[in-house]
């Protein structure tokens, strides 16, 4: 087993959604609205007197989930809690950096669900979940091999003779395969040798912000998403450092080699070669420039064996290996440019850049 380790240097603020959000009441602005803390709710209940509890409990069972008609009942619930924590900073578990257009927005807007990002029970510091790291590294490793053969995969394929649908998996198949008819069976995939870990960051700093789509001529559309993110150099001004491990089961991969026919590309050096190609697509892309002074950064780091990485949500690739374009007249193709839209943080900040630098 060959172990490298990686330290990963965050350029623009990393989001990864748990899946889970902010209650009502759990991220609370500061009565000047400058500030973010996360309470503890239920402490909080402990210090109110018996009658601004009555209050508080009156308040919520009167909800009818219009915010029109709500809004001026969750202030004066959330004046109750305010007033406690004026009084006992002890129900305070944190205070966060938000920008104040996001504090504005979920005032006006008490009812956003706001997203949470992976975070460590006991100290509350974010990690980034090894796979989404080992997906990018993945996507990247598969766009190396499918130009350096220049194949275009079809997407009409069979088993056992029979049609079937197009499977996101029978892509990667068809890349790693010469026998399109091949069905793809996970014992059949080379990656899982190849084994990342999660990669948590030094600090417990994190920020909030909203995402907005912008499309094209910079018109904003769609739902704003408002979310907790990483802290990152850019947003910081400080290094913002995450730190993680690669394991390769060389020994394991080389039986799998003999027996399968591979070449042998799960090695360091194909695997930082192809995280370089395939972030230097996405950092020249015509149709999305990337934000100069983001881009400035990444090529001043770069300089220092640090590779660049997008990573996360909102980064044009999400939760796919590849785009695919399907269009009669010409054969599918990796879409790495994106749609006309992209969605920026405060409409303006790219997500997801990173620098990594992996060591023996």
């Not at 400058?34 to 009555?54: A, T, V």
């Not at 994106?338 to 405060?346: F, K, P, Q, T």
Request: hydrophobic share 35%; with cysteine; glycine share 6%.
């Amino acid at each position: 087993m060959k172990t490298y380790s990686v330290t990963l240097h965050i350029i623009t603020p990393l989001i990864v959604h748990t899946g889970d959000y902010y209650s009502i009441f759990e991220l609370m602005p500061t009565k000047d609205g400058k500030s973010l803390l996360i309470i503890d709710l239920e402490k909080s209940f402990g210090y109110m007197n018996d009658n601004d509890r009555e209050k508080y409990f009156k308040i919520m069972d009167s909800l009818t989930g219009n915010i029109n008609k709500d809004k001026q009942e969750i202030l004066n619930a959330r004046s109750l809690i305010q007033n406690i924590v004026l009084q006992h900073n002890e129900v305070i578990k944190q205070r966060m950096i938000a920008t104040q257009s996001f504090i504005k927005d979920i005032e006006n807007n008490p009812y956003a669900l706001i997203n949470k990002i992976f975070k460590e029970d006991l100290e509350g510091k974010p990690y980034i979940p090894g796979s989404t790291i080992k997906g990018a590294f993945r996507t990247a490793i598969l766009e190396k091999i499918r130009s350096s053969r220049n194949s275009y995969p079809n997407t009409n394929i069979s088993k056992n003779g029979q049609p079937r649908r197009f499977q996101p998996t029978d892509f990667e198949m068809q890349i790693m395969k010469k026998n399109n008819n091949t069905y793809f069976e996970i014992e059949n995939d080379p990656f899982r040798f190849f084994k990342i870990s999660d990669f948590v960051c030094d600090s417990a700093d994190v920020i909030f912000d909203t995402v907005r789509v912008i499309g094209k001529n910079e018109q904003q559309k769609g739902i704003p998403i408002y979310t907790e993110m990483t802290a990152s150099y850019y947003t910081n001004k400080k290094e913002c450092i995450s730190r993680g491990s690669i394991s390769i089961d060389d020994s394991g991969l080389e039986k799998f080699i003999k027996k399968f026919g591979f070449g042998e590309f799960l090695n360091i050096n194909f695997i930082k070669e192809s995280i370089v190609d395939f972030s230097n697509q996405i950092l020249n892309n015509k149709k999305h420039p990337t934000h100069q002074e983001v881009k400035k950064i990444i090529d001043e780091m770069s300089k220092n064996k640090y590779l660049p990485l997008r990573l996360g949500r909102f980064t044009q690739i999400e939760s796919k290996t590849f785009k695919i374009k399907r269009k009669d007249i010409r054969p599918e193709d990796i879409n790495i440019q994106g749609g006309v839209s992209r969605s920026l943080i405060g409409g303006t900040i790219p997500a997801g850049w990173c620098v990594v630098n992996i060591q023996s």
